[in-house]
């Protein structure tokens, strides 16, 4: 299993004797796996399979799955499921009770509430029944496969950007580092000027005590730390960007790393140059994490 994203859409009909059926699916960003399914009236026993054929495909996203049918002429019609119409009936005296200046509830607006009015046919035993609903299934595995074909060819673009964003990150890292190389004595300079001029009216210092401090400070103000932690880091998205399972939520996790290298790298920063460079760190990064939002 490669990387797959979690936004797609997928679309499929069918149609048997009986029936004709149109299956949609909708799938977008979420933290888990959410399902939501839009059925039509006494198709609440799909809720079950479309659930468990889900869960079998994909493991987050939030997905609306939505099933339309039209019933044929011949041997079809409709029902009033008397059940729920005389249960509605009987709600009226206290809805009356409650809200006086209401109007009398028409007819039409009655046969209109979801569950009074079913799709039927008389002359359908249980193994018709079965039959026709094994077909409107196998019509929603046929759905849900091209939708997880969508999320896997969604997922390979965002596998490419992602690892162009790392080669990125670590050609920057090089950049800083190139930098820090040509400038040692700068630093080293810039900062024995500091200490000097903060101590330098302290009698008795010295110049082994002004070499510690600015020892200290030198190494308080060096980002290479933060430089081979982002190295480290981009090995392992590198390393998540081939396995097998969902890598998601790790890649959203390593991008909070490595903006807080970043972040700790910028304070550090004493040229305007090696500034630049981690400011182009963070846009890298917050480019990625945008991208990584979107993968299972």
Not at 136 to 161: F, N, P, S, W
Not at 172 to 195: H, K, M, N, S, W
Not at 201 to 212: F, N
Not at 247 to 263: I, P, Y
Request: charged share 30%.
């Amino acid at each position: 299993m490669a990387i797959s994203s979690m936004t797609g859409f997928s679309r499929a009909q069918g149609q048997n004797d009986r029936c004709s059926w149109v299956w949609e699916v909708k799938s977008v960003n979420g933290r888990g796996l959410d399902v939501r399914s839009r059925l039509p009236g006494g198709f609440d026993r799909f809720d079950p399979p479309i659930r468990e054929r889900i869960a079998a495909r994909f493991k987050r996203g939030n997905l609306s799955c939505s099933l339309s049918l039209q019933w044929n002429s011949r041997g079809s019609g409709i029902r009033i499921n008397q059940a729920v119409l005389d249960e509605l009936i009987a709600l009226l005296p206290e809805i009356r009770r409650r809200i006086p200046d209401a109007p009398p509830p028409r007819p039409e607006g009655l046969l209109a509430l979801r569950g009074v009015i079913e799709a039927a046919d008389e002359e359908a035993d249980e193994a018709v029944q079965k039959e026709t609903d094994a077909d409107i299934l196998a019509a929603l595995d046929v759905v849900l496969d091209a939708l997880l074909a969508a999320r896997g060819d969604e997922g390979r673009r965002l596998t490419d950007i992602v690892a162009a964003q790392f080669d990125e990150i670590e050609r920057l890292c090089r950049q800083v580092e190139t930098l820090l190389d040509g400038q040692p004595q700068a630093i080293r300079e810039r900062l024995a000027g500091q200490v000097t001029a903060l101590l330098g009216d302290v009698p008795g210092l010295s110049e082994e005590r002004l070499a510690q401090e600015v020892a200290l400070l030198l190494t308080k103000a060096d980002p290479r730390e933060e430089l081979d932690r982002l190295k480290a880091h981009l090995d392992a998205g590198r390393s998540l960007l081939t396995e097998a399972e969902p890598v998601g939520r790790r890649l959203d996790f390593l991008c909070q790393e490595l903006n807080r290298e970043a972040n700790t790298l910028c304070s550090k920063a004493s040229d305007v140059e090696v500034s630049r460079c981690g400011l182009a760190l963070k846009g890298v990064i917050d480019q990625m994490r945008e991208q990584v939002q979107n993968i299972e």
